[in-house]
């Protein structure tokens, strides 16, 4: 037994002597790795010339690959296996497992964290060949920690320098969907909440168009934006009997968790519907809410890029298009200019100041930063204030500088 030695396949610290072939071997107990070869003679010339030959060179392997390795390329080819994935993202996993285990970051780590490394290596392949897959469900499959599972999956990526192209959102909606119990092959959920799954998905990819080109997409995560899209597009297909049904039970009857931003992302989309729905002049009538734009979101939908322009113009524009109609117009007697001129101009610039610009969430609603309070009762130090006598020891260094210092109190 050697208790200074570390296995430096799997780090760990069992090593023990075995007898491998009448000669004796350091080997690793918990992954079998071995450490020291003995050494053996194999053909009649090395014999004849009593030349010896180690184990490895004497069966012709140049390399061998540990249990811990062997056990971590049949967890990729199982995890493959589950997800159905074709035997060309198989080998690319595998060779993305082997080349990570052998990089010095990856190498000595926990079992959970080489567990997910499996995970990373199978959902980069699937990136890179553009399968729908998301890193929940990965999770959901490893039984790992989402936020831990992140962390790997960025190392990975920055260590090995992988290249992976962002998931599409149409194909990400078509794989979220896919889990919904909305559809008629489900039996658990009532006759007037069931939608045709192509007619589901078709709406909720509109709706998250529209959520991409009013900024509510950049730099948020997806799954609440599609949860909260989901929810409009099955309201809005049969408004009927679907307007009272919130958004958590929505999600309990489609069988599926509410992220919590979902909430916040609903919010945000009812606001784009009813800025777009102020547009239309026979939707004022109705004066719209929450809960009642849902009926007209095919109507908004329709005219989307329309109502885009007309409700986020900025103000900018608007006083661009007030100055062009001011300079083609002819000119007016400056009496006329001083009683029509200026109630125009504040209708217009009112007009305008009540219109936000189309800015991303995070401009139009910044976080408030916090203000470090500076008590008055301290002074602020400057570094010029006088040394009291009864600290100036603390700075003396030197004899030399104690021997002036005590010669100067005695001359005082």
Known sequence: MSGQRKCPDCGSSEIVEDSHYAQ??????DCGFILTEGLLTTTYTDEEHLQQVTYSRSTGQSEQLSRCVQRGIGRVRDLCKVLQLPSLFEDTAVAYYQRAIKHPLFRLVSLEKKEMLVGCCVFVTCRQHNWPLTMGSVCSLLYAEKELFAKTYLSFLKELELDVPALSLVDLVKTHLDSFKLFPNSSSVPSKFVEDKEKLVARTIQVVELASQTWLVTGRHPIPIITAAAYLAWQSLCPAGRLTCTLSQF???AGTDLPPPAPQRLKELHNILLRMASELSWLRVFKLNKKSVAKYIADLLQHRRLLLQTAFRTGDSATDVSLGDSAAAPPLQTGDAETEGTPLSGEKRKCSSERPPLLP?????????????????????????????SEIEQYLRTPEEKER????????
């Open 361 to 389: 969430p995070c401009l139009l609603n910044p976080r408030k930063k916090l203000r470090t309070t500076v008590s008055c009762s301290e002074p602020s130090v400057t570094g010029d204030e006088p040394i009291l006598d």
């Open 24 to 29: 004796n071997q350091l080997v690793c107990a």
């Open 405 to 412: 210092f005590s010669k100067a109190q005695a001359c005082l």
């Open 251 to 253: 999600c309990k009857l």
